[in-house]
Protein backbone atom coordinates (compact mmCIF):
# COMPACT_ATOMS: atom_id res chain seq x y z
CA UNK A 1 0.00 0.00 0.00
CA UNK A 2 2.81 2.24 0.97
CA UNK A 3 4.40 2.02 -2.26
CA UNK A 4 0.74 3.19 -4.35
CA UNK A 5 0.77 5.99 -2.13
CA UNK A 6 4.41 7.19 -3.30
CA UNK A 7 3.71 6.67 -6.89
CA UNK A 8 0.42 8.75 -6.41
CA UNK A 9 2.49 11.79 -4.75
CA UNK A 10 4.85 11.03 -7.02
CA UNK A 11 2.46 11.97 -9.81
CA UNK A 12 1.03 14.57 -8.38
CA UNK A 13 4.99 16.26 -7.73
CA UNK A 14 5.12 16.22 -12.00
CA UNK A 15 4.68 19.10 -14.11
CA UNK A 16 1.64 19.35 -16.87
CA UNK A 17 4.45 19.20 -19.10
CA UNK A 18 6.23 15.97 -17.81
CA UNK A 19 2.73 14.46 -17.42
CA UNK A 20 2.24 14.94 -21.07
CA UNK A 21 5.55 13.51 -21.67
CA UNK A 22 5.18 10.32 -19.32
CA UNK A 23 1.46 9.60 -21.39
CA UNK A 24 3.03 10.30 -24.68
CA UNK A 25 5.55 7.38 -23.94
CA UNK A 26 3.34 5.32 -22.29
CA UNK A 27 0.95 5.59 -25.35
CA UNK A 28 4.05 5.02 -27.92
CA UNK A 29 4.85 2.10 -25.59
CA UNK A 30 1.18 0.71 -25.67
CA UNK A 31 0.57 1.14 -29.20
CA UNK A 32 4.24 -0.63 -29.64
CA UNK A 33 2.87 -3.67 -27.85
CA UNK A 34 -0.14 -3.79 -29.89
CA UNK A 35 1.49 -3.78 -32.82
CA UNK A 36 4.05 -6.31 -31.80
CA UNK A 37 0.89 -8.31 -30.79
CA UNK A 38 -1.17 -8.12 -33.82
CA UNK A 39 1.94 -9.04 -35.73
CA UNK A 40 2.28 -12.36 -33.60
CA UNK A 41 -1.21 -12.89 -34.33
CA UNK A 42 -1.41 -12.03 -38.11
CA UNK A 43 1.58 -14.37 -38.83
CA UNK A 44 0.56 -17.21 -36.57
CA UNK A 45 -2.78 -17.15 -38.40
CA UNK A 46 -1.14 -16.82 -42.22
CA UNK A 47 0.68 -19.99 -40.78
CA UNK A 48 -2.18 -21.83 -39.73
CA UNK A 49 -4.07 -21.04 -43.00
CA UNK A 50 -1.20 -22.41 -44.79
CA UNK A 51 -1.10 -25.62 -42.99
CA UNK A 52 -5.06 -26.01 -42.87
CA UNK A 53 -5.16 -25.76 -47.00
CA UNK A 54 -1.77 -28.20 -47.10
CA UNK A 55 -3.55 -30.65 -45.12
CA UNK A 56 -6.74 -29.89 -46.87
CA UNK A 57 -4.60 -30.84 -50.38
CA UNK A 58 -3.56 -33.96 -48.65
CA UNK A 59 -6.84 -35.12 -47.32
CA UNK A 60 -8.22 -34.32 -51.40
CA UNK A 61 -5.29 -36.77 -52.69
CA UNK A 62 -6.19 -39.05 -50.12
CA UNK A 63 -9.45 -38.97 -50.80
CA UNK A 64 -8.55 -39.50 -54.99
CA UNK A 65 -6.36 -41.83 -54.22
CA UNK A 66 -9.41 -43.93 -51.85
CA UNK A 67 -11.56 -43.55 -55.00
CA UNK A 68 -9.47 -44.44 -57.33
CA UNK A 69 -8.49 -47.88 -55.38
CA UNK A 70 -11.88 -48.58 -54.92
CA UNK A 71 -12.74 -48.07 -58.53
CA UNK A 72 -9.79 -50.56 -59.50
CA UNK A 73 -10.80 -53.09 -56.75
CA UNK A 74 -14.16 -53.33 -58.84
CA UNK A 75 -12.79 -53.94 -61.70
CA UNK A 76 -10.43 -56.34 -60.24
CA UNK A 77 -13.57 -58.20 -58.66
CA UNK A 78 -15.42 -57.78 -62.40
CA UNK A 79 -12.24 -59.22 -64.62
CA UNK A 80 -12.42 -62.21 -61.82
CA UNK A 81 -15.82 -63.06 -62.06
CA UNK A 82 -15.16 -62.90 -65.46
CA UNK A 83 -12.57 -65.41 -65.51
CA UNK A 84 -14.05 -66.98 -63.20
CA UNK A 85 -16.89 -67.68 -65.36
CA UNK A 86 -14.86 -68.67 -68.44
CA UNK A 87 -11.59 -70.60 -66.86
CA UNK A 88 -10.86 -72.08 -70.17
CA UNK A 89 -10.50 -69.40 -71.84
CA UNK A 90 -7.37 -69.19 -74.33
CA UNK A 91 -6.64 -65.85 -76.24
CA UNK A 92 -5.69 -67.86 -79.20
CA UNK A 93 -7.99 -70.42 -79.47
CA UNK A 94 -10.32 -67.99 -79.42
CA UNK A 95 -8.48 -65.91 -82.02
CA UNK A 96 -8.50 -68.70 -84.54
CA UNK A 97 -12.09 -69.45 -84.32
CA UNK A 98 -13.18 -65.72 -84.04
CA UNK A 99 -10.87 -65.71 -88.13
CA UNK A 100 -12.85 -68.80 -89.05
CA UNK A 101 -15.71 -66.94 -88.25
CA UNK A 102 -14.84 -63.81 -89.96
CA UNK A 103 -13.28 -65.05 -92.63
CA UNK A 104 -9.79 -63.68 -91.83
CA UNK A 105 -6.77 -65.82 -92.93
CA UNK A 106 -5.47 -67.94 -90.22
CA UNK A 107 -1.74 -66.58 -91.04
CA UNK A 108 -0.51 -63.34 -90.14
CA UNK A 109 -0.72 -63.90 -86.19
CA UNK A 110 1.86 -65.77 -83.90
CA UNK A 111 1.48 -67.13 -80.32
CA UNK A 112 0.46 -65.46 -77.49
CA UNK A 113 2.87 -63.02 -75.44
CA UNK A 114 2.15 -62.98 -71.89
CA UNK A 115 3.20 -59.94 -69.61
CA UNK A 116 3.09 -59.40 -65.97
CA UNK A 117 0.55 -56.80 -64.50
CA UNK A 118 0.20 -56.90 -61.05
CA UNK A 119 0.61 -59.64 -57.72
CA UNK A 120 -2.77 -61.12 -59.06
CA UNK A 121 -2.74 -60.77 -62.75
CA UNK A 122 -1.28 -61.16 -65.83
CA UNK A 123 -1.86 -59.60 -69.23
CA UNK A 124 -1.87 -62.11 -72.36
CA UNK A 125 -1.75 -60.56 -75.69
CA UNK A 126 -1.42 -61.59 -79.59
CA UNK A 127 -0.97 -59.28 -82.21
CA UNK A 128 -2.26 -60.14 -85.71
CA UNK A 129 -1.57 -58.21 -89.75
CA UNK A 130 -3.98 -58.45 -91.92
CA UNK A 131 -3.97 -56.88 -95.38
CA UNK A 132 -5.88 -55.93 -98.42
CA UNK A 133 -9.01 -55.75 -95.97
CA UNK A 134 -12.15 -53.04 -96.16
CA UNK A 135 -13.02 -50.55 -93.82
CA UNK A 136 -16.38 -52.46 -93.02
CA UNK A 137 -15.02 -55.70 -92.53
CA UNK A 138 -12.55 -53.82 -89.85
CA UNK A 139 -15.93 -51.95 -88.54
CA UNK A 140 -17.37 -55.57 -87.97
CA UNK A 141 -13.93 -57.54 -86.30
CA UNK A 142 -13.93 -54.31 -83.40
CA UNK A 143 -17.67 -54.91 -83.00
CA UNK A 144 -17.19 -58.14 -82.41
CA UNK A 145 -14.46 -57.66 -80.32
CA UNK A 146 -15.93 -55.26 -78.01
CA UNK A 147 -18.65 -58.11 -77.60
CA UNK A 148 -16.62 -60.09 -75.82
CA UNK A 149 -15.68 -58.68 -72.67
CA UNK A 150 -12.94 -61.20 -71.25
CA UNK A 151 -10.60 -59.73 -74.17
CA UNK A 152 -10.03 -55.71 -75.22
CA UNK A 153 -7.87 -54.20 -77.94
CA UNK A 154 -4.63 -53.06 -76.75
CA UNK A 155 -3.33 -51.68 -79.68
CA UNK A 156 -4.61 -51.16 -83.64
CA UNK A 157 -2.81 -49.50 -86.59
CA UNK A 158 -4.92 -48.86 -89.51
CA UNK A 159 -2.64 -48.35 -93.54
CA UNK A 160 -4.59 -46.99 -96.59
CA UNK A 161 -3.74 -49.64 -99.48
CA UNK A 162 -4.76 -48.67 -102.71
CA UNK A 163 -8.52 -49.69 -104.08
CA UNK A 164 -10.21 -48.68 -101.16
CA UNK A 165 -8.43 -51.22 -98.87
CA UNK A 166 -6.95 -51.53 -96.08
CA UNK A 167 -4.07 -53.46 -93.78
CA UNK A 168 -4.16 -53.16 -90.25
CA UNK A 169 -2.13 -54.78 -87.15
CA UNK A 170 -4.25 -55.56 -84.04
CA UNK A 171 -3.45 -56.52 -80.60
CA UNK A 172 -5.83 -58.13 -78.43
CA UNK A 173 -5.19 -58.92 -74.63
CA UNK A 174 -7.06 -60.73 -71.92
CA UNK A 175 -5.85 -60.97 -68.04
CA UNK A 176 -5.33 -64.35 -66.71
CA UNK A 177 -5.28 -65.07 -62.85
CA UNK A 178 -1.52 -66.09 -61.81
CA UNK A 179 -1.12 -69.41 -60.30
CA UNK A 180 -1.56 -69.30 -56.80
CA UNK A 181 -4.67 -67.18 -56.53
CA UNK A 182 -7.79 -68.54 -55.64
CA UNK A 183 -10.58 -66.58 -58.58
CA UNK A 184 -13.57 -67.45 -55.96
CA UNK A 185 -11.59 -66.54 -53.19
CA UNK A 186 -11.36 -63.14 -53.15
Known amino acids: MEI ?9 SL ?14 GMGGAVSGLIYFVHSKSVELLFEIKRLESLANKATSIL ?23 NIKSYFEGFCQ ?6 QGWGDARTEELNDKFDEVSLTASFKGQTT ?32 FNITIATKSLKSGFDVKGL
Do not use: C, H, W
Open 136 to 167: EKLVRILEDFYKKEIIYIKSLNVKQEPDKKIS
Open 101 to 106: TQGLPS
Open 15 to 28: TKKQVQQYFLVFLL
Open 4 to 12: ILNFINYLQ
Open 67 to 89: EENQKMEIEEQRIQAMLDADRNF
